[in-house]
């Protein structure tokens, strides 16, 4: 049955490898880039697919030897390579089953990574903050690039809301586990008697569309320009260099001031622009999703309480797999795989489970 299964997908990576190549898609960008994804998306699936096929030969191979061989030796040494491979040719099917059920096209995408201070006042918007040095500790850790697009700081520190564009090697397939509300518990800097207090943030992952997602008309978009407001010296605000988009048919409003430059800014803003209107149709998928999975491990609903940092106990605890770390110091400083780790393996045991009863 997998034979089957991956001796038409061998076909199927020949056939895009041929029309890659092809004058007629060297033509059409929009395809080229659609076939160069496909064929980068199959090309681990073709390598486990000889491993998997050596490993069977080798198994048959040893098989036939341990049944005809009349050397005590060279049936022991059949015997042993039989051990070996049952259980490392078992583990090959579970990873290629895995392989081939259809994984997010989103997953290879940059993200827009958006927070917002939600109840809690203050203390919402500082931990915000506390959020977004996280995640870009994290994008360190990874090697990613990060860039605040926009920002709307706190009274007392962190930020009422904030945007940041993050780019990097399958950046969306990572960070879309952190979309939802987040939870703290602590003393806030703003409290007198010493209690503590419950207050969250909002943390929201867009895939970022890329040009050829969607088509945006220069009609249905209103440009306004203003002077940037935070840092970044007299020159950002006293020019009108920060941009705002707003999309007409949808009424969906970007805006971007990290720029000097009010081109580099409206380029900034219509990428975003793109992407939120991309994301109306994805968050239709993500519903989709959510309609048929029990734990809505990444379906994106951002309403959902999926964790919670608690400072007096220095614990972190993930509310979709019940899992509980006391390592919330070092998880803040943005060490944070481990549970997105846990998450993917997760929803990967669901997707099988979903797919074996297909």
């Known amino acids: 049955m997998i034979l089957d299964k991956l001796e038409g997908i061998k076909e199927k990576y020949q056939k895009i490898s041929q029309e890659i190549n092809s004058p007629e898609v060297m033509g059409d960008m929009k395809r080229y880039i659609q ?3 496909e064929y980068k998306e199959m090309t681990p699936i073709i390598a486990a ?3 998997y096929r050596i490993a069977l030969a080798n198994l048959q191979e040893a098989k036939e030897l341990l049944a005809n061989e009349k050397d005590e030796e060279m049936r022991e040494m059949a015997k042993l390579e039989v051990e070996e491979l049952e259980p490392s040719i078992a583990q090959m099917e579970d990873d290629i089953k895995l392989m081939l059920i259809p994984a997010d096209p989103q997953d290879a995408k940059n993200a827009i ?4 201070g939600g109840t809690g006042g203050d203390e919402a918007a500082i931990f915000a903050g506390d959020l977004l040095r996280m995640y870009l500790k994290f994008c360190e850790r990874k090697g990613w690039k990060a860039e605040i ?8 520190g962190g930020f009422k809301e904030v945007v940041a564009k993050i780019s990097g090697e399958g ?10 509300v987040h939870r703290v518990q602590r003393v806030p800097q703003t409290e007198t008697q010493g209690r503590i207090h419950t207050s969250a943030s909002s943390v929201a992952v867009l895939p970022e569309a890329e040009e050829f997602d969607i088509e945006l008309k220069t009609d249905d978009i209103r440009k ?12 950002v605000n006293t020019t009108y260099s920060a941009i705002r988009l707003t999309h007409i048919p949808t009424g969906i409003v970007v805006q971007c001031q990290d720029q000097k430059s009010q081109l580099k800014n409206y380029d900034k803003a219509l990428a975003e622009l793109r992407t939120r209107i991309y994301n109306l149709e994805y968050q239709k998928y993500l519903d989709e999703i959510s309609s048929k999975r029990k734990t809505m491990v990444s379906t994106g609903d951002r309403s959902a309480k999926i964790r919670t940092y608690n400072y ?3 614990r972190v605890t993930d509310h979709r797999i019940g899992y509980t770390m006391y390592n919330l110091q070092a998880f803040m400083d943005g060490d944070i795989q481990e549970v997105i780790d846990k998450l993917q393996f997760a929803e990967n045991a669901e997707r099988l489970q979903a797919a074996s009863e297909e």
């Open 35 to 37: 076939l160069n994804r």
């Open 49 to 51: 697919a000889e491993k």
């Open 113 to 116: 990574l958006e927070i917002r």
């Open 149 to 156: 697009t926009s920002q709307n700081e706190g009274a007392a």
């Open 171 to 180: 950046v969306y397939g990572v960070l879309k586990y952190e979309s939802g």
């Open 224 to 235: 306004d320009t203003f002077c940037a407001s935070g840092p970044g010296g007299q020159c």
């Open 312 to 314: 007096p106990q220095g």
